[in-house]
């Protein structure tokens, strides 16, 4: 079993929807939820940023965890073209260990 | 704040030759940097961790005579791929650990072509 599971999609949705991305994890060390976002060709850039269950709001985005199920989300409000790449999950444990998600390819289609 | 460049961000060369790839952290000091590869569609894999001052950590499978990483500042590390091959042709991404030491901050990444 992969330490952290990703559809990979894709994914398709018009603009203005709501998405939703997920990830679930086997290890209860992880302390630390990271949502990442890669355009082609390009490095990933950290999103979201959170060590706690609930909810963390951010813009267009909210990130959630849901530590005693071993799942995390991240929502786009009002999605738009732009926010069409891949978006990873990533996980860190108290050791400084980090553990990617395969990423979800998303396409917003105006 | 917590900008990483990478240097070149592509680069061509012929089979046999090495090859230096820069990770600067711009605006903060790093102690610890990743080295990652991407194939297309594909996720990231980590290559190696570098710690400045000290050896870098290899992942299973990674030739650490391939691929040389130097960590010599708290703001430079370097990737040297040595003696190319066609089969390194790929995208190189570095990223580099926040001061707070929680959170990953990645490079635009390197493509690199080896004909």
């Known amino acids: 079993q992969k330490e952290v599971e990703q559809d990979p999609g894709p994914l398709s949705v018009p603009e203005g929807a709501i998405v939703s991305l997920n990830c679930t994890y086997s290890?209860?060390?992880?302390?630390?939820f990271m949502w990442y976002r890669q355009y082609s060709r390009k490095g990933p850039e950290l999103l979201m940023y959170?060590?706690?269950?609930g909810n963390k709001e951010d813009g267009r985005f909210t990130a959630q965890v849901d530590k005693s199920s071993k799942y995390i989300s991240l929502f786009i409000r009002d999605s738009q073209p732009s926010d069409s790449a891949t978006y990873l999950c990533?996980?860190?444990?108290?050791?400084?260990?980090?553990?990617f998600g395969t990423g979800t390819s998303l396409t917003v289609i105006p | 704040g917590a900008v990483v460049s990478q240097h070149p961000s592509w680069v061509i060369c012929k089979s046999g030759t090495s090859v230096k790839i820069e990770c600067r952290s711009l605006?903060?000091?790093?102690?610890?940097m990743f080295w990652y590869r991407q194939f297309p569609k594909q996720s990231l894999m980590l290559m190696a961790t570098?710690?400045?001052?000290?050896?870098?950590?290899?992942e299973q499978g990674v030739e650490k005579d391939k691929f040389l990483i130097n960590h010599a500042s708290l703001t430079l590390s370097t990737l040297t791929v040595t003696s190319a091959h066609p089969e390194d042709s790929s995208f190189y991404i570095c990223?580099?650990?926040?001061?707070?030491?929680?959170?990953?901050?990645f490079g635009p990444g390197t493509r690199l072509l080896v004909l």
């Open positions: 990223s580099a650990l926040g001061e707070d030491q929680e959170t990953q901050y």
């Open positions: 605006d903060f000091q790093a102690t610890t």
């Open positions: 990533a996980m860190r444990n108290t050791g400084n260990q980090f553990y």
């Open positions: 290890n209860s060390a992880f302390q630390y």
């Open positions: 959170t060590y706690s269950s």
């Open positions: 570098s710690n400045e001052g000290s050896k870098a950590t290899y």
